[in-house]
C-alpha cells in the first residue's frame, strides 16, 4: 500500500525512483521523462506515492497510473 505525501519524509528525500509498469513500454523515454519530471516536482498528486527508507534520508518512489499520465499530459 502506498503512503501518502509526509512533509517531514519528503524534506529528507535524497534519492528519486520512478516505476514503469509494463503497460507503459510504448511511450518513448523522452515522453517517460516529461512525465517523471512532471510527477518528481509534485509528488503530493502522485496515485502511488511510497517512500523508502535509506541511510541517509528517503528515497521517494512513484508508480506511475493511468490517472498520473492523463494529469501530467
Avoid at 50 to 59: K, Q, S
Wanted: proline content about 4%.
Amino acid at each position: 500500500m502506498a503512503n501518502a505525501f509526509d512533509p517531514y519524509r519528503e524534506a529528507l528525500v535524497v534519492e528519486t525512483k520512478t516505476i514503469w509498469p509494463a503497460e507503459f513500454a510504448g511511450l518513448s523515454l523522452v515522453e517517460k521523462g516529461q512525465i517523471e519530471a512532471k510527477l518528481h516536482a509534485a509528488p503530493k498528486d502522485a496515485a502511488d506515492l511510497d517512500y523508502t527508507r535509506l541511510h541517509t534520508g528517503f528515497c521517494r518512489d512513484i508508480t506511475v497510473t493511468d490517472a498520473d499520465v492523463a494529469r501530467v499530459k
